[in-house]
């Protein structure tokens, strides 16, 4: 008996989410089809299944990650957007991003997705550009924030998160951190 079309999106999504956990952490170099299955407790026949190969799934889990992240999540009714916008890049500009599990693939993955191929660029082209939009939009609703703004904005925010992953000393990345949401209050008029 084939399996029902929930039982594959379940497994599909097993599959997403130890690719992303994974390569977040490694790079797509240093993880095998093997790694990714026996993380998610599955063989790895069932990859096959569902992706082509690994390019095919370093893509579909960068795409995948970022439309699951918290930014993507529907904003509270009883807060402004400006609001939720604010805590939403104070969670990203946190210790616990830097050091979580649920990274952001723009910053978890930023070097490593020079060298893969167009699908992943163009991925994680998609990702950056839907994250700009989001932003623009909590922006806007309550503030006049040019599109320039939000793009220095994403970029700063999504480099000292990756700059921050790289230190050890945990007094620096909270300054690094801070100072990015103090800049962040200021391009969107916070302050």
């Not at 990274?103 to 660029?121: E, G, Q, W, Y």
């Not at 839907?130 to 220095?152: H, L």
């Not at 904005?153 to 050890?168: F, K």
């Amino acid at each position: 008996m084939p399996y029902s079309q929930e039982h594959k999106e379940k497994t599909r999504k097993k599959i997403l989410n130890s690719a992303r956990e994974l390569f977040s952490k490694r790079g797509f170099d240093s993880v095998t089809v093997n790694e990714i299955m026996e993380a998610c407790s599955l063989t790895r026949g069932a990859f096959y299944t569902h992706f082509s190969g690994k390019s095919n799934l370093y893509s579909e889990a960068l795409k995948y990650s970022a439309m699951n992240s918290e930014l993507t999540k529907k904003k509270p009714k009883n807060i402004s957007s400006k609001q939720w916008l604010s805590q939403l890049l104070d969670a990203y500009l946190s210790v616990e991003h830097v050091r979580g599990e649920e990274p952001c693939p723009l910053a978890f993955l930023a070097t490593d997705i020079v060298s893969r191929d167009k699908a992943a660029k163009d991925a994680y082209a998609e990702a950056y550009k839907k994250m700009n939009e989001i932003i623009m939009d909590y922006a806007g609703v309550d503030a006049t924030c040019k599109e320039e703004n939000i793009i220095s904005l994403t970029s700063m925010i999504i480099g000292a998160v990756a700059i921050s992953r790289t230190i050890d000393d945990r007094r620096s990345v909270e300054n690094i951190l801070q100072s990015c949401r103090q800049q962040t209050r200021l391009i969107l008029g916070e302050i």
